[in-house]
């Protein structure tokens, strides 16, 4: 298993492309920033190592220019890439000395597998690894802009085979969580219990900034990422965190709480079932009941962020219908559509064999005590009011989805 060194600031974005290369059957490790990416490089020696550049930001360039400095680093394929086409920032890539360039497109991560396979298949690198800015490939008509020649000192790397390796006996790194990752947990748990209780309004942004922080911190431990399951939710997590930290106006005690429930079932979740990389990756499917095309079309989207297969049905009758040819992991339902309510759906579809304990999460505009009495009744899990953030809804449908694993949540009405 080829091993892949990402070094992506933004925690969330570093999660998805980790999951993309797992999947693709890569050993991959994330870090944050140039200093932790050249002390995993001392410590262990990857194939390739896959840069995120940023416009107006040259740490990743001097990055580069430091591992084409080091005798074991110099001849380490690099592929740099951006989420923006930025010629000139690609040319400085290539004249410091990246393997290939790549401006990601609509396939995402994937091009960065995509650019790490031909890397690793190509001739050049498993005979003898090229010159750093010998070969770029040119995704994007946009990256054909003429490069800068190398320094002569660069240009003529050593084999790959005259690096030094780890020594043998050297321990591969730790997949369990540190006792620094505990600690970062012990800080989400107090810091989203506060959430859920009476607080002063002020000190609302400064509490989700910390909680950002931290999460960002636990989630950089290496066992924690490569539990499929914990990533997928901690990753949602932190994209509500940091949406409503940029926007606290936007916060209630729906999705304040959604907060809290995500982080005591992804302690649940590490503590029932540790990390392991022989962890399939999971594979769920949610159908969404809603009679307005625009919100079942929001619902989609947010779960398919969220990398969850989804469907849609526009009612009762043909929500049933679907039940019955296809398997579901989870529903979420309207209250009020034309025909049969959310509510009696609901029942019927507690009756039909296999779907007794499944979760159902009420999706509706009734955001009152009697809907949410009524939803209890019919055999509802959870309640989310309309309008909803598409990020909440998404880590409130990955809360119920680990808590049929690990018992780690009661029904929230």
């Not at 360039?61 to 074991?72: A, F, G, P, V």
């Amino acid at each position: 298993m080829k091993n892949i060194l990402i070094v992506e600031p933004d925690l969330a974005f570093g999660m998805s492309y980790v999951r993309s290369f797992i999947v693709a059957g890569f050993q991959p490790t994330h870090v944050t920033s140039g200093a932790k990416a050249l002390a995993t490089l001392n410590r262990s020696r990857p194939d390739v190592a896959v840069l995120s550049l940023r416009p107006h930001d040259s740490r990743t360039l001097k990055l580069m220019k430091e591992i084409r400095s080091q005798s074991q680093t110099r001849a380490l394929p690099v592929v740099a890439f951006a989420r923006e086409n930025v010629g000139s920032l690609m040319a400085d890539a290539r004249s410091e000395g990246a393997t290939e360039c790549v401006v990601l497109g609509p396939g995402g991560a994937q091009d960065l597998v995509s650019a790490v396979r031909r890397i690793l298949h190509s001739p050049e690198v498993s005979e003898k690894s090229p010159a750093p800015n010998a070969r770029t490939a040119t995704p994007t008509p946009a990256l054909a802009a003429p490069s800068t020649p190398a320094p002569p000192a660069k240009a003529t790397p050593p084999a790959r085979e005259s690096a030094p390796q780890a020594a043998p006996h050297e321990p591969a790194p730790s997949k369990e969580p540190s006792s620094q990752a505990s600690n970062a947990m012990e800080k989400l748990k107090a810091l989203s219990r506060s959430l859920v209780g009476p607080q002063n309004q002020s000190s609302l942004p400064q509490l989700l900034s910390d909680l950002h922080r931290i999460g960002q911190d636990f989630a950089a431990e290496r066992g924690i990422v490569e539990h499929r399951l914990a990533a997928s939710l901690l990753e949602g997590l932190l994209a509500l965190i940091k949406e409503l930290s940029e926007n606290p106006k936007g916060a209630n005690s729906s999705n304040l709480r959604t907060i809290y429930q995500a982080v005591v079932s992804l302690e649940k979740l590490l503590h029932n079932q540790p990390p392991s990389a022989a962890q399939p990756a999971p594979q769920f499917r949610i159908l969404a009941v809603d009679d307005e095309p625009g919100i079942r079309n929001m619902i989609k989207r947010a779960l398919t962020s969220a990398h969850l297969i989804s469907d849609t049905a526009k009612d009762a009758t043909e929500a049933l219908e679907l039940s019955h040819r296809e398997r579901y992991d989870l529903f979420l339902l309207d209250i009020s559509m034309p025909g049969l309510s959310g509510f009696e759906l609901c029942k019927k579809l507690r009756a039909l064999a296999g779907y007794k304990e499944t979760p159902m999460i009420f999706v509706t505009a009734s955001d009152n005590f009697e809907s949410r009495v009524r939803s209890a009744d019919s055999g509802g899990n959870d309640f989310i009011g309309k309008p909803f953030l598409p990020k909440e809804l998404a880590v409130k449908v990955l809360i119920h989805l680990m808590s049929r694993r690990t018992g780690s949540i009661r029904s929230a009405r």
